[in-house]
């Protein structure tokens, strides 16, 4: 059987780095296991695959051929299995929901949390024991569901799982089977269930139901109907004779009143799974909420943990708070942004390189030998500090004439403290000249 995990979407877990442990288990079952890295999505790039898996995409959307594409695929036989993380479409930004509504299912912009079951002392790792009779769930009593979200499903839908009364939300599915043509979809809400990770595959009884999830598979591979011919009868058409639409009520014996009564009585209120819209909340509210959510944050940096894992124990101590999800979500992504842009700052300072003015040989000549500068023109040296990644050519010192007025707010303190003190010392040395030449004719007349 081959088995193809798509990497076109960005997906969040692969299967020969995080997944390396399902894919040594798939491989020693005898399985073929290949990487779809190819976009897009095209229905000859998929067609000689048994088992396309999406692992999780991340930030990425599906087109509309590729959703026909990926149809097509299950239905002539094949089988479909997604895996999801918390916050679904709208927190991973993805739209797998165009995709999974042809198979009544829809993954809900939530996740879940339990607090009284769960595993690793997080409530967003719950332990699901709630585990309905098939196939794939034989042998399997419990399984850990981290950072996973919760699924909408119609009644033609297999429910596989869902979680404990305790849990947040209460009693949500979480895995489901769904049949389309000749084939089948598998959804999960979580990706987690069968990664590298200490809460994944490992965990529980997390891997006799990835095992019973593949041997499933197989089997209905192999019993897959073979593709039928089909008779197409090609009946003439009948000629139809044209009425007009008050003929036909007059035949009918229906005024048009009635008709229109008729039909507001047949029409039937239409069932949607989307979610009912949020009441808008005061900034007063979200003023707090943020508050909130910044303290806990303060507290979760004592914490010797790794950088990870931080983000999952604000959420859970928020949670614990009753503050919402989405809330959560939009003050921890504001924080990302705040971070990026930190960063970009601290790159454009770093490439710029900072000026220095110095006193030129020329100064320093002119000090040694004690000859008088001129205050009102002081000649200095622009240098620039050039950074070690980025060398440039050696070029000649450039001159440049200051005014006096310009020394004082340009020039270093030092030299604008010796250009005072030689001006001084000008002074000195022409009034002992002056004391001098007094003495030597005192001297002459005696």
Known sequence: MKILFDETQKERGRIFSNFSILEADLTE????????????????????ADILVFLCPDGSKLYGHEVKNILRFVEEGNILMIFSNAGGDKGLNTNMNSLLKHFGIELIPNQIFDFQSFDFQLESCPVVTKIYPHPITQGVKEITYCSGCSLHINNEVTELARTRNTSDPPSATIMALSQYGDGWVFVCGSYTVFSNKKSGITNRDNRQFARNLFQWAEKQITEKPSKKEIEIKIEPKKEEVSVSKKDKQKEEGISKQEVEVEKKKRKEPVSTTLLSKPEKISDLDIASVLLQIKEIEAEVETFNVDQTYKEIIITDLARKRGIDY???????????????????????????????????????????????????SVILEQTKKVSPKKASPVQ??????????????SVDNVAHEILVEL????????????????????EKKK
């Open 423 to 442: 001006k001084e010392i000008r002074k000195g040395i022409e009034q002992l000249n002056s004391t001098i030449l007094k003495l030597f004719e005192k």
């Open 396 to 409: 000649e010192p450039v001159e440049k004439h200051v005014e006096f007025s310009e020394v004082e707010t």
């Open 29 to 48: 079952a005898g399985h073929k296991i290949a990487v779809l890295d190819t976009f897009p999505i095209k229905y000859s790039s998929i067609n000689s």
């Open 326 to 376: 989405a809330m959560i979500q939009r003050y921890l992504q504001m924080k990302k942004e705040e971070a990026e842009k930190d960063k970009k700052k601290e790159r454009v300072t770093q490439e710029q390189p900072k000026e220095e003015y110095i006193v030129t040989d020329k100064i320093q000549k002119q000090l040694s030998e004690s000859q008088y500068i001129e205050p009102e």
